[in-house]
């Protein structure tokens, strides 16, 4: 009975139900739509009011041993998802799309990391602040290692002579794209602040938090919906790839993530941003350093399948694989 009330709460969630309302609104071919600059707002908000947190929390608990544990493991993570599943895709796909798509999903997802952050809180948990510094870290190793990939396992099996010309500028742009930058930024800001003078924007910070997830949640439904439709055209191999994969990751990193961390907020944490995929940062990226990659293959994959899983599925399941 536990496990059905642990379900029933998770769905009952309403920052997830106005995801649910999105993808019907697209479905159900509804005007309702989010005004662009309120879009942009919304997403600054969200990764400002989580790093400013995360380092104040951070400037708390110090620099530990655990913290630069907790770095070096996401990273590491990072590197090592995108060979295996780069080997796993050259199956079916060129190499371009291969590294890709490996490269997607060994970085991560910030709006996934911003629902998971939801999550502890609606299950009365909180993370450790060193994760959002682990969340802005994972993102340009997948992107290198990815670009790696492809260069050493082309599709005519010889080895090429890697462009770090290329790679120079992907990594580059992992740094500076604006989703890394702001939750970085946040961070660093949030831990050398005065404590006694982040007080006046703590109402701005948490308080109104759920409230602009929520809607935010709402517009990505619509946007996920949108993506199904393309991907339909996709094989069955890459629809289970984006299915599967995360699922083996999560699974794997919750179990892994205890001889890095007690804190079950931080494990949780780590199996998310295993089981994610970015559609932001690495096709920004994919863009200079494989430009023959095709977006419309591995962002379809990351938003229109792997994201809905991960927060219907993938959070309820690892949380309980962490407490059981």
Not at 206 to 224: E, H, P, R, T, Y
Request: hydrophobic letters at 55%.
């Amino acid at each position: 009975m536990k496990n059905f009330e642990l379900l029933v709460f998770n769905l009952t969630n309403p920052t997830l139900l106005f995801f649910i309302l999105g993808v019907l609104a697209k479905y159900l071919k509804s005007d309702l739509e989010i005004p662009l600059a309120s879009k942009g707002f919304i997403s600054l908000y969200l990764l400002f009011s989580i790093g400013f947190n995360g380092g104040s929390e951070l400037a708390i608990t110090g620099i530990t041993n655990e913290v630069i544990l907790c770095l070096v493991f996401g990273m590491l993570i990072a590197l090592l998802i995108p060979i295996y599943s780069y080997f796993i895709l050259k199956i079916k796909l060129n190499s371009f799309d291969a590294g890709a798509i490996a490269a997607s999903y060994g970085s991560v997802s910030a709006v996934t990391f911003v629902t998971a952050v939801a999550f502890l809180e609606m299950n009365k948990l909180k993370m450790g602040g060193e994760m959002v510094a682990v969340m802005a870290f994972m993102e340009f190793p997948a992107i290198i290692m990815g670009v790696v990939m492809m260069n050493l396992f082309p599709d005519n099996l010889s080895p090429k002579n890697i462009n770090f010309n290329q790679l120079k500028k992907g990594i580059t742009h992992s740094f500076t794209n604006g989703s890394v930058l702001m939750i970085f930024g946040s961070l660093v800001i949030g831990f050398v602040s005065d404590s006694s003078q982040t007080v006046g924007i703590r109402h701005f910070t948490s308080d109104i938090f759920k409230g602009f997830l929520a809607i935010f949640l709402l517009d990505m439904g619509m946007v996920a919906a949108s993506r199904f439709s393309a991907f339909r055209k996709q094989s069955t191999f890459l629809i289970l790839f984006a299915l599967f994969l995360p699922l083996f990751n999560g699974v794997l990193v919750a179990y892994l993530s205890q001889y890095v961390t007690d804190d079950p907020g931080n494990r949780l944490i780590f199996s998310v941003l295993a089981a994610s995929a970015s559609y932001i940062a690495v096709p920004a990226a994919m863009r200079l350093v494989a430009p023959k990659a095709d977006p419309g293959i591995y962002i379809p994959m990351a938003l229109g399948v792997t994201f809905p899983f991960n927060i219907t599925i993938g959070m309820p399941l690892f949380f309980y694989l962490i407490h059981g």
